[in-house]
Structure formats: structure tokens, C-alpha cells
């Protein structure tokens, strides 16, 4: 059965930093573009990472030269590094492919203080 498990969310200070993991079952994942995804309350879900199966990856303007993507397909595993961060990064972060699949995992909640 295909499922993604986010994990490593949690409460961290304006400036912090975390890092989010994201482990797909289904060997499928390992040759998909992967993507990590959030929904901030009243907002629509938006992409903000994504690596190819071949490491290349893309940022949304807004994390751009704070977030880094990573993935290790022998793990079918999709992290995300978040650096620098601002109470406008909050939210419930999912990881996908691209396109998604239409079982999305439960996500992990991270809040940023100011």
C-alpha cells in the first residue's frame, strides 16, 4: 500500500531551524520528482520544494536560500532543511510527488514563534 509519513515538525523560535522527513512506501517514489507542500490556515496547500530522481531541485521564491531539499532513494526518503525561519513559514508541511498522488499523508505541524 503507498503511503508518505511526515515527520519532525514542532515549535521553534523566529531564526530557528528544522528539519522534516518524509518516508514513502512503494518503490514508485524513488523514480518520481518528489515535492514538500504546506497549508497555512484559510490558505491554499503550495508547493515549496522539489527534486527530481536525479537530485535537481527548484525552491518557491518565498524559501528560496533558506530550505534545502534532499532525497535518498534507497531509503525512499524526502527531507527537507529549514533554516531561517519566519512565523510566515508556518504551517502543516506535506510531502507528495509531483503530481501528487491522491493519498496525501497526515502531515507534520510546525509553528514559529516571533
Not at 528539519?19 to 524513488?30: E, M, N
Not at 530522481?53 to 532513494?73: C, E, K, L, P, W
Not at 525512499?76 to 506535506?94: G, H, K, R
Request: net charge positive; with cysteine; glycine share 12%.
Amino acid at each position: 500500500q503507498v503511503q508518505l509519513v511526515e515527520s519532525g515538525g514542532g515549535l521553534v523560535q523566529a531564526g530557528g531551524s528544522l528539519r522534516l522527513s518524509c518516508a514513502a512506501s512503494g518503490s514508485i517514489f524513488r523514480f518520481r520528482t518528489m515535492g514538500w507542500y504546506r497549508q497555512a490556515p484559510g490558505k491554499q496547500r503550495e508547493l515549496v520544494a522539489r527534486i527530481t530522481s536525479g537530485g535537481s531541485t527548484n525552491y518557491a521564491h518565498s524559501v528560496q536560500g533558506r530550505f534545502n531539499i534532499s532525497r535518498d532513494n534507497a531509503k525512499n526518503t524526502v527531507y527537507l532543511q529549514m533554516n531561517s525561519l519566519d512565523p510566515e513559514d508556518a504551517a502543516i508541511y506535506f510531502c507528495n510527488s509531483i503530481p501528487p498522488i491522491e493519498r496525501w499523508g497526515q502531515g507534520t505541524q510546525v509553528t514559529v514563534s516571533s
